[in-house]
């Protein structure tokens, strides 16, 4: 027991920051978060350590925004704002400054498509690898590196 309150407590951001950037939802991230670590528990057995648990996690997570899409037929919206976590910064103007240059990047991700953007915001936001990134999304490492640096390419022609 001891272990799962472990795993949940190391890789709850993670999986939270990656399904709201799939959701854009702050309520709907939180739920299905809870609910992948509560499959993740059931199905716990099936986790073969060929991948970080970090990855497992968000493919279940995946699955189940997927699996909540469909349920409610939903379109992913990208139109919506991004909640945006800001670093410990030492002033107020410092901290005001640093959420409004974020903010100017999640607006620019907005003009990329769909599969660019979610691999921008696992980079990003998950600080995950090109490695996890292809597995998450069933893609190769190279695949995930290369669409992340043409990703990078497309923000810096929206200046």
């Known amino acids: 027991m001891q272990d799962i309150e472990k795993i949940y407590e190391e890789y709850f951001e993670i999986v939270n920051k990656y399904l709201f950037c799939l959701s854009h939802n702050n309520d709907i991230s939180e ?7 509560y499959k ?3 199905k716990i057995n099936t986790y073969k350590g060929e991948c970080k648990m970090a990855v497992w996690l968000c493919q279940i997570a995946k699955n189940l925004w997927y699996d909540e899409c469909r349920k409610n037929k939903k379109v992913i919206n990208t139109e919506e704002k991004y909640l945006i976590n800001v670093q410990a910064l030492d002033t107020v103007e410092e901290q ?7 903010i100017s990047l ?4 907005q003009t ?6 979610e691999v921008m915001y696992l980079r990003i936001t998950g ?4 490695k ?15 669409t992340f640096y043409r990703g990078k390419n497309q923000l810096k022609e929206v200046d």
């Open 106 to 109: 999640y607006k620019k991700m």
């Open 112 to 117: 990329l498509d769909d599969k660019t953007r």
């Open 132 to 146: 996890e990134i292809g597995i998450i999304l069933n893609k190769t490492e190279n695949w995930a590196r290369v």
């Open 127 to 130: 600080e995950l690898s090109f």
């Open 40 to 42: 993740a528990v059931k």
């Open 31 to 37: 739920e299905l978060t809870q609910e992948t670590f």
């Open 96 to 102: 005001v400054i640093a959420n409004d240059e974020k």
